[in-house]
Nanobody, 121 residues
Framework: QLQASGGGLVQAGGSLRVSCATS????????VGWFRQAPGKEREFVAA????????HYSDSVKGRFTISKDDSKNTVYLQMNSLTPQDTAVYYC????????????????WGQGTLVTVSS
């Protein structure tokens, strides 16, 4: 299971960290990704990390502003979001899957419930 948390309201230019706590099974061979969906838009890839390899991937829209990381001791993946803009407003979902094609939502098997991030201008 995946549990996303940490969303909230932040002003433009601010920072926020969302968390994805995993439980119920080991995700050591999985990629854990963050996706987001804004109102009226399709779900889009944000970032991903391969749990065992530690390799990270980012969309062009967040590269340099967002950082994905993991804490093995807490079985948790974090997404640190800096320099937020109103365009980052969305529900953020974490997902896990055995895949190297981390940008495709259809390649993920497990999804969290989502956490809302709102960036005010």
């Amino acid at each position: 299971q995946l549990q996303a948390s940490g969303g909230g309201l932040v002003q433009a230019g601010g920072s926020l960290r969302v968390s994805c706590a995993t439980s119920g099974r080991t995700f050591s061979g999985y990629a854990v990704g963050w996706f987001r969906q804004a109102p009226g838009k399709e779900r889009e890839f944000v970032a991903a990390v391969h749990w065992g390899l530690g390799s990270t991937h980012y969309s062009d829209s967040v590269k340099g502003r967002f950082t994905i990381s993991k804490d093995d001791s807490k079985n948790t993946v974090y997404l640190q979001m800096n320099s937020l803009t109103p365009q980052d407003t969305a529900v953020y979902y974490c997902a896990a899957g055995v895949t190297y094609n981390v940008r495709r939502a259809g390649h993920y098997d497990y999804w969290g419930q989502g956490t809302l991030v709102t960036v005010s201008s």
